[in-house]
Nanobody
Framework: QVHLVESGGDLVQPGGSLRLSCVVS????????MAWYRQAPGKQRELVAG???????NFADSVKGRFTVSRDNAKDTLDLQMNNLKPEDTAVYYC???????????????WGPGTQVTVSS
């Protein structure tokens, strides 16, 4: 069984910073794209930032210049550094990995349970 778990969500004031982390457990052959998504109440889940295995990164326009993403291929972890947070960043943040399990036959999408980020004064 492969599982993802996020951590680092919290309540923070506008202008503050948070660092989210995602770790994976289980027997894995390889991981392609790693990404962070978020879902605010009443809204669709949206891509925040993604990193390919080769390190190519992409960000939602709303977070460019404020968020950075880092991937550790040795540890199979993905971090999201969020700076200058705004109330509109409030959401549940999910990590999403495209994983080829060791005994699998192809890549599958895996999601973590999510971590709550609340930006409020």
């Amino acid at each position: 069984q492969v599982h993802l778990v996020e951590s680092g969500g919290d309540l923070v004031q506008p202008g503050g910073s948070l660092r989210l982390s995602c770790v994976v457990s289980g027997d894995i052959f390889t991981i392609a794209t790693m990404a962070w998504y978020r879902q605010a109440p009443g809204k669709q889940r949206e891509l925040v930032a993604g990193v390919s295995r080769t390190g190519t990164k992409n960000f939602a326009d709303s977070v460019k210049g404020r968020f950075t993403v880092s991937r550790d291929n040795a540890k199979d972890t993905l971090d999201l550094q969020m700076n200058n947070l705004k109330p509109e960043d409030t959401a549940v943040y999910y990590c999403n990995f495209q994983i080829w399990p060791r005994y699998g036959t192809n890549y599958s999408n895996y999601w973590g349970p999510g971590t709550q980020v609340t930006v409020s004064s």
